[in-house]
């Protein structure tokens, strides 16, 4: 695939970043007989990190975990183990601090199955040189967890996690809006410079001889300064009375603007905010899709985000995500969610109509288009007056269809946004049913440790306000299911479960 992809034009050729990012993953690869999704690679990636209390590694990450690997039964387990001795004659202890995680991985996966046998090796030790050689083994805290290189540019995101620049640029210029270790929603899109990391791994570098990575500018310096030389033309561009220097204009700014800071200001600095606010309202509906990109990506900018409002584009961006293509909904989509982190927008949104749209996109868009909408609505919503709004859109059945559809992974995300309703008395009064009390106490039964503590907090909510609704909960013996998470659920869950248990003693 490597071979295939490499020295591709995906510039050129318009082809999501994503193709050139896995293409650098492949890169490093050896001969595999299956690719890793997303969600096997990040529940890896948070049981390797789990390095600070080997015991709260998520079970169920574990279990899921196994399973994808094909590492449940004893016979599995035991010709993995043969496999890994294996590689570790045939490396000759050359990896030691990776060959310690999946000897530890693999270690879990036998607890997890019942297998009493920890000694993976066998008569195979590992050569003591590697633990008089600290400088054979990289601090994982160096490594980008999305490319597992050593970072020379790390740069913190609202999670508060270290990734290298280009990596996690590419992430979310591919449409992304989580954080790839931690999987939550980002507040803003910001990246900020990790100076102290950066000095640490340099400060490693030079006391263990390493030489760090040169990569090749991307793209090279001129080219680059070219380019944002182009910007105040592409800028004019976008006013041209010639549809198709406004079509090649705005197509150019949307790559410009997802870049970097610098091309944003610059485009910003031109003029290019209202230029773009200008085109929203184009008949062409490519135009309107890359003109509505180009705002998502300048709206990333906390100023960007009051000129692109002051200048009148929220109705118009509202506009599209009626109308417009898939792709434009989506973004259109997330262009509001990106400037609802305004308060005053929150309200403006909601006033101007923006709830009705995203609650169909929620209830007829694509995967994506879905979460996008969700993620919105849930920013909304945080205002009072917009749960009316969203009550009054429909958003009780659409988000009953996002629960009950267990390919979107979405229950969570409709959780939290009900929890919001519940606490609006108009709102409470349509989510307040026996039927979905019912859904609720499923959920506290069987759902996930992060289903159970949603599904408490909204169960709090309603009984609360509601004490019919608690009593009816309870009759499916959840007095039991309550105890069992006050002593064994999350910390939050925990809380949950104790006061609804304290409201049930009142009923």
Known sequence: MHSALDGMPYAELAISDEVELMNAQLMRCKKRTDTQDMELSMDIMVILQNKEDERNADRAILERLAKKLELQTLAELRAETKAIKKIINERNGQQGDSTKQIIDLLNKFKEIAGVDEKNVLGDVSMPRSLDK????????????????????DPVIVASGQTYERRSIQKWLDSGERTCPKTRQPLAHLSLAPNYALKNLILQWCEKNMVELQKREPEPAAEQDDKRKEDIPSLVEGLSSLHPDVQRKAVKK???????????????????????????????????????????????????????????????????????????????????LFSLSMLDENKAAIGSLGGLAPLVELLRSGSARGKKDAATAIFNLVLTPQNRARATQAGIVP??????????????????????????????????????????????????????????????????????????????????????????????????????????????
């Open 133 to 152: 050689c600290p400088s054979l083994m990289i601090p994982n805290d160096f490594l980008c967890p999305i490319t597992l290189e050593i970072m020379t």
């Open 253 to 335: 700014i949307r790559m410009l603007s997802k870049e970097s800071p610098e091309n944003r200001q610059l485009i910003a600095d031109n003029g290019g905010i209202p230029a773009l606010i200008g085109l929203l309202a184009c008949p062409d509906k490519k135009v309107q899709e890359n003109t509505v990109t180009s705002l998502l990506n300048l709206s990333i900018d906390d100023k960007n985000k009051v000129l692109i409002t002051r200048g009148g584009a929220i109705p118009l961006v509202i506009e599209i995500l009626r109308n417009g293509t898939p792709e434009a909904q989506e973004n259109s989509a997330a262009t």
């Open 398 to 507: 659409a988000l009953l269809r996002v629960m009950d559809d267990k390919g979107l992974g979405m229950v969570d995300e409709a959780l939290s946004i009900f929890l919001l309703l519940s606490s609006h008395a108009a709102c409470r009064a349509e989510i307040g049913t026996t039927a979905f009390v019912e859904k609720l106490v499923r959920l506290i039964k069987d759902g996930t440790p992060k289903n159970k503590e949603c599904a408490l907090s909204v169960l709090l909510e309603l009984g609360t306000n509601s004490k019919p609704l608690l009593v009816h909960g309870l009759r499916f013996g959840l007095h039991e299911d309550l105890s069992k998470i006050a002593k064994n659920g999350t910390s939050r869950a925990q809380r949950k479960a104790n006061s609804l248990i304290q409201l049930a003693r009142k009923c």
